[in-house]
């Protein structure tokens, strides 16, 4: 739970105000469409955070690297908001190792971009390790703080999908070096924050503990019936699945405990599985990611219960949300879980991986149901429980609203400004988030 309490020793002097902040996020652009490949948490992350910090009369000015041609080197998202478009390497989508080689153009263009701009920035906030990679660079321009968010750690990807490591040996030795690079560290939950501690060598006042946030007067429920209709949805129990169709989201396991679900109903109340995330062609057919979940799903004799809704925008969310009986988040490692608080948000339980952030959003019993990673019929065995159980499934609801408050942008959003202005007085010895509480 967040509680803010107050801080234990009073200032003598007033925080210096924060007027501008540049945030780096290389590999992912704010002007990309959300769940495809490089466009989920993190985007969603940094967005809301420039319009939480906007309202408040801080600028942002978000760079990114440019990757086609046509997008315009400026573009202001909203009052107070703008996208800079660098171009570092060849305009055109590149591997995520790949980029590495293209940082310190990346760095050198900023640089260069803000002495011939005149402009200044008070905080440095860097996401994911290349952008912390920039910000290093940056910092020794410009001698101020950085804030860095690493969104998801290599070696905890790795452990998740033991085996087969997925992330490489250079991001690993990259996010480990950071460590002694940057000011101040945001770690998204309580075992992050012990990882970064204990595994990585942070110092304990280093790192920040400050939760997702969400906007809760986007995410709120909707008339579950009007929604469905809307969405042209059947009328029978919906699983949902929201995200990017990625190995370590094991949309699979999910498909497998469809399969086991659907096996043990009856045949005249069948459960669908709602897809939101990767591309459709122009006739709704599944391309390239989703390919291998319709191969998967065919084998598995579910097709026919599986509905593609293709990527959405986040405006779209919350009725679907609304729409569906339960929301299924199958990761095998799950740093934010954005999607399980949005769903809680919209009043709709969730059965989630005991996992990463989730192990601390998700109460189990009251706003949904956590079950082991990589394990189908556990996953079955919660969402037959949800759908099957009406009592609780209602109980579920309410919880799930009230569990999801918690994560308001009102809160993160004042906490994260608060640590921006102690970072630029220069405090450095004693956490400067030490107000901020995140427990389970
Ligand atoms: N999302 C979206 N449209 C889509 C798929 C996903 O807006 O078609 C958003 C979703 O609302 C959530 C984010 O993408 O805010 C995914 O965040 P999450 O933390 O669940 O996963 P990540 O992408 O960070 O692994």
């Known amino acids: 739970m967040v509680a803010i309490a107050p801080s234990s020793s009073p200032r003598l002097t007033p925080l210096p105000e924060i007027s501008r902040v540049a945030m780096i996020s290389v590999h992912t652009s704010p002007l990309s469409a959300l769940g495809g490949p490089d466009a989920g948490g993190l985007t969603v992350y940094v967005l809301s955070l420039a319009e939480q910090l906007a309202r408040t009369g801080v600028e ?6 440019r990757f086609d041609a046509e997008t315009p080197d400026v573009v202001e998202l909203a009052p107070g908001i703008r996208v800079l478009t660098v171009t570092a390497g060849p305009a055109e989508k590149l591997h995520k190792d790949d980029l590495y080689c293209i940082l310190p153009t990346f760095a050198s263009e900023v640089a260069t971009y803000v002495v011939e701009s005149g402009r200044r920035y008070d905080i440095i906030h860097t996401h994911y390790w290349l952008s912390g990679w920039v910000g290093r660079i940056l910092k020794r321009y410009w001698d101020v703080p950085v804030v860095h968010m690493y969104h998801t750690l290599a070696h905890l990807k790795n452990d998740a999908t033991p085996g087969q490591p997925i992330e490489s040996p250079l991001r690993l030795r990259v996010e480990r070096e950071l460590i002694g690079a940057v000011d101040q560290i945001v770690a998204p939950n309580p075992d992050e924050r012990a990882e970064l501690v204990w595994r990585l060598g942070a110092k304990n006042c280093q790192v920040c503990t400050l939760p997702p946030g969400i906007d809760l007067q986007i995410f709120h429920p909707a008339n579950v019936s009007q929604a469905r209709a809307n969405l042209n949805l059947p009328d029978a129990p919906i699983v949902l699945f929201v995200g990017r169709i990625d190995p ?5 396991t999910l498909l497998a405990a469809m399969a086991d679900l659907i096996c043990n109903c009856e045949a005249d109340n069948l459960p669908y599985l709602a897809i939101v995330g990767g591309e459709l062609d122009d006739d709704g057919r599944p391309i390239g990611s989703l390919g291998t979940v319709v191969t998967k799903a065919e ?5 026919d219960q599986i509905i593609y809704l293709g990527s959405r925008p986040q405006s779209e969310l919350p009725e ?4 569906a009986t339960v929301v299924a988040v199958s990761s095998r490692y799950e740093s934010f879980g954005l999607v399980a608080v949005e769903a809680m948000a919209c009043g709709t339980p969730v059965v989630a991986t005991r996992v990463g952030g989730m192990r601390f959003t998700v109460e189990e019993g009251v706003s949904g149901l956590l079950v082991p990673p990589a394990d189908p019929t556990a996953m079955s065995r919660a969402l037959n429980e949800v759908i099957g159980n009406r009592s609780l499934r209602s109980a579920m609801q309410v919880g799930a609203r009230q569990a999801a408050i918690r994560f308001s942008w009102h809160t993160v959003g004042a906490a994260m400004l608060r640590m921006y ?3 630029a007085a220069g405090e450095r010895g004693e956490s400067p988030c030490y107000d901020t509480i995140y427990a389970s």
């Not at 370590?248 to 699979?252: R, S, V």
């Open 299 to 303: 084998a598995l004799g579910i097709q």
């Open 60 to 65: 942002v000015d978000i760079f990114t690297r």
């Open 320 to 323: 679907i949300y609304s729409a």
């Open 421 to 423: 202005e102690r970072l």
């Open 248 to 252: 370590i989201k094991d949309i699979h």
